[in-house]
């Protein structure tokens, strides 16, 4: 329990500044709008103004908070790879290769792969990436333990780490509305979430529609077994307790930026995206 409601006040706390950079956005949202509305800025690719500062970015967020959508259509619209590790286990494994089954056994083995091997399969990634000319890429699902931070680090340059978070409250929320729909595969979420803003002004409104079916999926939904409420909430502990030590050691590279979600994710990449276009190209920047 203490480290709930250690992560709520550290919440708290990072709020002024999760503010603070939704006030400078609304200038930058200001011009998108003069340029043709915030979709213009969606659908622009921000190109770095020069080639010696790579887009080499990190997603940081607990789950369902929605980073792998926000790290997809963000790396679409800056045209650089996402590379989530757990894709990119999945395809060693599907390759056939001797690494692969080696994976394959441990993780059917139910143990946690090792990290030498996630560190391998990522490296491999990155190598190929640069042997390609990718100008960055967008890494979503790691690194997972400080370790995994420090050797990143140590091997890759990171220009910035983006933490998203979203209240507790409101994660389990969501993470309980999610359904699938048994017959074409599509994801909904039927939680229909809305929290006013505190009195004092300082946390904002949370507004999130739901993401219902079409009547053609209706009937054909059904909810994942891990997605009950105490499974959920041990999820968040356990994240809690694996993420802070990463986010420390970031926070203290001067690489990490915290940001809120506080609506969906159609209100949402309007705000994201001007932040994100601020460090393109800018390189490490102070805070
Ligand atoms: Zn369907």
New binding site residues.
């Given amino acids: 329990m203490s480290s709930v409601s250690h992560g709520a006040r550290r919440g708290w706390r990072s709020m002024p500044s999760a503010l603070a950079a939704v006030a400078n956005l609304k200038a930058a949202l200001d011009q998108l709008a003069t340029a043709g509305g915030p979709q213009a800025g969606l659908s622009s690719v921000a190109t770095p103004s020069s080639t010696e500062s790579p887009l080499n970015w990190v997603f940081l967020g607990p789950p369902g908070v929605g980073k792998g959508t926000y790290a997809s259509r963000v790396a679409k619209a800056f045209g650089v790879p996402h590379i989530a590790t757990g894709d990119l286990i999945r395809a060693e494994i599907k390759s056939g290769s001797d690494f692969g089954a080696q994976m394959k056994s441990i993780v059917n083995s139910g143990k946690l792969l090792p990290d030498e091997m996630v560190q391998q399969v990522l490296h491999q990634r990155l190598a190929q990436g640069r042997r390609d000319g990718e100008k960055g890429f967008i890494l979503d699902g790691f690194p997972r333990t400080r370790a995994q931070a420090v050797e990143l680090v140590r091997s890759t340059p990171l220009s910035l780490v983006l933490n998203m978070s979203l209240r507790e409250e409101v994660l389990v929320e969501k993470c309980m509305g999610r359904r699938l729909?048994k017959?074409?595969g599509?994801n909904y979420n039927v939680a229909d979430i809305y929290l006013p803003a505190s009195p004092d002004g300082s946390r904002a409104a949370i507004v999130m529609p739901p993401l219902s079916?079409p009547p053609?999926?209706a009937p054909?939904l059904e909810t994942r077994a891990d997605d009950r409420e105490d499974v959920i909430r041990h999820r968040l502990e356990v994240y809690k307790q694996e993420a802070t030590p990463v986010e420390d050691f970031f926070r203290a590279q001067g690489l990490l930026v915290d940001f809120e979600i506080t609506a969906g994710i159609p209100e949402t990449l309007p705000l994201l995206m001007p932040l994100l276009q601020s460090y393109a190209g800018a390189g490490r920047r102070a805070d």
Wanted: net charge neutral; glycine share 0%.
């Fill in positions: 729909c017959h074409c599509k079916p053609e999926c054909h």
